[in-house]
């Protein structure tokens, strides 16, 4: 996929002026895990962006339980790195892909055009035995002038009237059980909201790899890749590898509902369904 990259092809361009690395490691059991882990050791260039502190505003009434970051502090975060528009940036995680993709997809929705995820992660990289280390990095500071496409975001108005109007495909990427409603171990009310489908993030990838374009094609098969998507998860996390995927397999109108079901359970007047 276009917008991955193995991890043979990050090592042969670790000495490139153009590269930068982000690692975005993090825990949604530990918060303090994925600065831990960096401070530990990671890629030789990489510098830490956190999922709450960087990627995330602060939680408020409404907005879901990882509310978009203020743009204006995440972009002087990036140039701050050494990061502009110029930049190929490879960000990774663990492995598990999600929380490298919200980093992407926080790049792509500010107008980057050299943004990419490491198939595999750390944990990718660890196999092939390549380099890691404890150093701290250190980059001129660069200028980006941000090129906000705001055709990748649903508001939650949108979401509220495609939800009752089904003018546009809304996605569930949480785990099965939640979208039914049998579980719900983070938010108040379990269940969906109405009308959309169910497409579990996690069938996009493979033991921490990214599935080819063509199983990813045939993942969304039964979907016509003309209409208007909006994906949607928990909290705005998990559902960007499904924004990624869908984009990836040919789908064009895909937005991505940032606060999600954690935001649409925080309107008490909101419909929630369960079961199929």
Same mark, same amino acid.
């Given at each position: 996929m276009?917008?991955?990259?193995?991890?043979?092809?990050?090592?042969?361009?670790? #000495?490139s002026t153009f590269l930068r690395v982000i690692d975005c490691r993090f825990s949604l059991k530990d918060s303090s895990y994925g600065i831990k882990a960096f401070q530990e050791n990671h890629i030789p260039g990489a510098v830490f962006f956190d999922l709450e502190q960087d990627l995330s505003g602060p939680?408020?009434?409404?907005?879901?339980?990882?509310?978009?970051?203020?743009?204006?502090?995440?972009?002087?975060?990036?140039?701050?790195? +050494?990061?502009?528009?110029?930049?190929?940036? @490879?960000?990774?995680? #663990?492995?598990?892909?999600?929380f490298a993709a919200r980093c992407w997809w926080l790049l792509t929705y500010l107008g980057h055009e050299h943004v990419f995820i490491l198939d595999g992660g750390l944990a990718a990289w660890?196999?092939?035995?390549?380099?890691?280390?404890?150093?701290?990095?250190?980059k001129k500071k660069? @200028?980006?002038?941000?090129?906000?496409?705001?055709?990748m975001?649903?508001?939650?108005?949108?979401?509220?009237?495609r939800s009752q109007d089904r003018k546009a495909i809304l996605i569930d990427s949480r785990a099965k059980e939640r979208y039914l409603g049998l579980v719900e171990p983070l938010d108040r009310i379990a269940g969906h909201i109405p009308n959309a489908l169910h497409y579990d993030w996690t069938d +996009?990838?493979?033991?921490?790899?990214?599935?080819?374009?063509?199983?990813?094609?045939?993942?969304?098969?039964?979907l016509n890749a003309? #209409?208007?998507v909006i994906v949607y998860c928990g909290s705005g996390v998990s559902a960007t590898p499904n924004v990624l995927t869908l984009l990836e397999s040919g789908f064009e109108k895909v937005k991505l509902y940032a606060g999600s079901y954690s935001?649409?359970?925080?309107?008490?007047?909101?419909?929630?369904?369960?079961?199929?």
């Amino acid at each position: 996929m276009k917008s991955i990259k193995s991890v043979q092809w990050l090592f042969e361009r670790l #000495d490139s002026t153009f590269l930068r690395v982000i690692d975005c490691r993090f825990s949604l059991k530990d918060s303090s895990y994925g600065i831990k882990a960096f401070q530990e050791n990671h890629i030789p260039g990489a510098v830490f962006f956190d999922l709450e502190q960087d990627l995330s505003g602060p939680v408020q009434t409404h907005g879901g339980r990882h509310p978009l970051p203020d743009l204006q502090v995440l972009i002087g975060k990036l140039e701050n790195n +050494g990061i502009g528009n110029d930049e190929i940036v @490879v960000i990774y995680d #663990d492995g598990e892909g999600c929380f490298a993709a919200r980093c992407w997809w926080l790049l792509t929705y500010l107008g980057h055009e050299h943004v990419f995820i490491l198939d595999g992660g750390l944990a990718a990289w660890k196999d092939h035995r390549y380099p890691l280390t404890r150093e701290a990095t250190n980059k001129k500071k660069a @200028v980006f002038i941000p090129s906000i496409k705001t055709d990748m975001l649903a508001s939650y108005e949108e979401v509220k009237q495609r939800s009752q109007d089904r003018k546009a495909i809304l996605i569930d990427s949480r785990a099965k059980e939640r979208y039914l409603g049998l579980v719900e171990p983070l938010d108040r009310i379990a269940g969906h909201i109405p009308n959309a489908l169910h497409y579990d993030w996690t069938d +996009g990838l493979e033991q921490g790899h990214w599935k080819s374009v063509e199983s990813q094609k045939h993942r969304f098969s039964k979907l016509n890749a003309d #209409d208007e998507v909006i994906v949607y998860c928990g909290s705005g996390v998990s559902a960007t590898p499904n924004v990624l995927t869908l984009l990836e397999s040919g789908f064009e109108k895909v937005k991505l509902y940032a606060g999600s079901y954690s935001d649409w359970i925080s309107y008490p007047e909101n419909p929630v369904e369960t079961g199929e």
